[in-house]
T-cell receptor, first 110, second 112 residues
Framework: GIQVEQSPPDLILQEGANSTLRCNFSDSVNNLQWFHQNPWGQLINLFYIPSGTKQNGRLSATTVATERYSLLYISSSQTTDSGVYFCAVANSNSGYALNFGKGTSLLVTP | SQTIHQWPATLVQPVGSPLSLECTVEGTSNPNLYWYRQAAGRGLQLLFYSVGIGQISSEVPQNLSASRPQDRQFILSSKKLLLSDSGFYLC???????????FGQGTRLTVV
C-alpha cells in the first residue's frame, strides 16, 4: 500500500507562533486529506487537497502531487489548535480507501 | 446534509464475548463505507471497506468481520473478542472514489 510519512512527529509551540507540518507519500494519489483529531478522538476534516493550494482562516495547505508531498501551515497558533494532525491519501491501488500517516502531535502552550 | 452516526461511544467487553458496532449514514445514497481502528500509537488502520450492499473488502486478516445489510448501514462484528481488539473504532463514508471522506465520532472499545 501507499506509505505515508508525517513530520515532525511531535511539536510544541507557544501561542501565536507559526508552524509547518509535512506529509510525504510513496505513490501517486487521487485523494489527499488533512484531519485534526480533537481530544475526544473525533476526526475533523481540514482540507481535501489532492493537488494545489487551499486556505481556510489561519490554516492553509499545499499539495505538490508530482513531488509526492503536502504541507499544512498553521499561522498564529492558538491553544485550541492542539491535537493530532493526520495526513491521509488514497489511490486506485488502495481501493480508494484512505491510508493514514502516524500523525503530528501538536501542543500549543499559552 | 449528510450525517454519520456511530454507536456506542464507549464499550467495555470481557474477553471471549461477541461484538457488534453499528454505523449509519443519512442524507446520501450508495455511499462507500469504511471501518478503521486506531490503536495506541496514533496510526489509523483500515479494516474493511464497502462500495455497495453485500460487498465487503477486508484489508487485514483478524478476529473481526463486517457486513452491510442495508445501503447506509455498516456493522463491525466479532464472535469472540481478544484483548488485542481493544482500540478506537471509526466508521467513515464517502460518495465514491476520489471524494472527501467523513468520519463518525468513534467507539472506544476496551476488552478486559
Amino acid at each position: 500500500g501507499i506509505q505515508v510519512e508525517q513530520s515532525p512527529p511531535d511539536l510544541i509551540l507557544q501561542e501565536g507562533a507559526n508552524s509547518t507540518l509535512r506529509c510525504n507519500f510513496s505513490d501517486s494519489v487521487n485523494n489527499l486529506q488533512w484531519f485534526h483529531q480533537n481530544p475526544w478522538g473525533q476526526l475533523i476534516n481540514l482540507f481535501y487537497i489532492p493537488s494545489g493550494t487551499k486556505q481556510n482562516g489561519r490554516l492553509s495547505a499545499t499539495t505538490v502531487a508530482t513531488e509526492r508531498y503536502s504541507l499544512l501551515y498553521i499561522s498564529s497558533s492558538q491553544t485550541t489548535d492542539s491535537g493530532v494532525y493526520f495526513c491521509a491519501v488514497a489511490n486506485s491501488n488502495s481501493g480508494y480507501a484512505l491510508n493514514f500517516g502516524k500523525g503530528t502531535s501538536l501542543l500549543v502552550t499559552p | 446534509s449528510q450525517t454519520i452516526h456511530q454507536w456506542p461511544a464507549t464499550l467495555v467487553q470481557p474477553v471471549g464475548s461477541p461484538l457488534s458496532l453499528e454505523c449509519t449514514v443519512e442524507g446520501t445514497s450508495n455511499p462507500n463505507l469504511y471501518w478503521y481502528r486506531q490503536a495506541a500509537g496514533r496510526g489509523l488502520q483500515l479494516l474493511f471497506y464497502s462500495v455497495g450492499i453485500g460487498q465487503i473488502s477486508s484489508e487485514v486478516p483478524q478476529n473481526l468481520s463486517a457486513s452491510r445489510p442495508q445501503d447506509r448501514q455498516f456493522i463491525l462484528s466479532s464472535k469472540k473478542l481478544l484483548l488485542s481488539d481493544s482500540g478506537f473504532y471509526l466508521c467513515a463514508w464517502s460518495t465514491g472514489v476520489n471524494t472527501e471522506a467523513f468520519f463518525g465520532q468513534g467507539t472506544r472499545l476496551t476488552v478486559v
